[in-house]
């Protein structure tokens, strides 16, 4: 079945660096594919649409310029947590939606990435 | 702006009762529903599917219905089990192919 990978699943930075996480689709194309942030106990909130070869679409409230998104190809984008603070640790997760017409829009998961900044 | 809401927040039975975990959302267009299961510290797994034509899907154990109208779907979990204690997500996929998610049912199963 379709797979989606993220890498890393772990990461622990210092405050002030960059972090990047991968989000790539095994087996299938993904001109769309989406970055959510889930805090403890929280549900994931949506933070960007992320489109082959044009520019992500941010959601109210997150910042374009802390955390840049690319999609340079249909299997893979990147987001990089720019600048981390304490405050950006989080559970970052991927998802793809699959591009066939038949998918039914069927969107799959990354595992999703653990971030800690200290 | 779609809003799910999940009901209960959290929920705890002995091993072998049957769950109903709820979910609502206010904007009925939609492209489907699907329910999730999230285990701690861990990432999602796809557990039902229903498209916004279809009015329920099953899997084993797993039965899930969708009212589109009233903006309701349920997860009914058959004959529960330790290894079902996880956290249930509902999202539903908007026109905007957008996925808005609930704040999840926590379950515990008691052994």
């Known amino acids: 079945g379709a797979v989606v990978s993220q890498h890393p699943s772990w990461v622990i930075c210092k405050s002030g660096t960059s972090v990047k996480i991968e989000c790539r689709s095994l087996?299938?194309?993904?001109?769309?594919m989406f970055w959510y942030r889930q805090f403890p106990k929280q549900s994931l909130m949506l933070m960007a649409t992320s489109n082959e070869g044009s520019k992500a679409t941010y959601e109210q409230g997150v910042e374009k310029d802390k955390f840049l998104i690319n999609h340079a190809s249909l299997t893979l984008s990147t987001l990089t947590v720019t600048s981390a603070h304490p405050e950006d640790s989080s559970f970052y997760i991927c998802s793809a939606r699959v591009d066939r017409v038949d998918s039914g829009n069927t969107i799959y998961f990354g595992e999703g990435s653990w971030l800690t900044v200290v | 702006k779609q809003e799910v809401t999940q009901i209960p927040a959290a929920l705890s039975v002995p091993e072998g009762e049957n769950l109903v975990l709820n979910c609502s959302f206010t904007d009925s267009a939609i492209y489907n529903l699907q329910w999730f299961r999230q285990d701690p510290g861990k990432g999602l797994t796809s557990l039902l599917l229903?498209?916004?034509?279809?009015r329920e899907q099953t899997s084993g154990r797993l039965n899930a219905s969708l009212d589109k109208s009233s903006g309701r779907s349920t997860l009914y979990i058959a004959a529960s089990q330790p290894g079902d204690s996880a956290t249930y997500l509902c999202?539903?996929?908007?026109?905007?192919?957008?996925?808005?998610f609930g704040a999840g049912t926590t379950v515990t199963v008691r052994a």
């Open positions: 087996d299938f194309q993904a001109t769309t």
């Open positions: 999202a539903v996929l908007s026109n905007d192919y957008k996925l808005s």
């Open positions: 229903i498209q916004s034509s279809q």
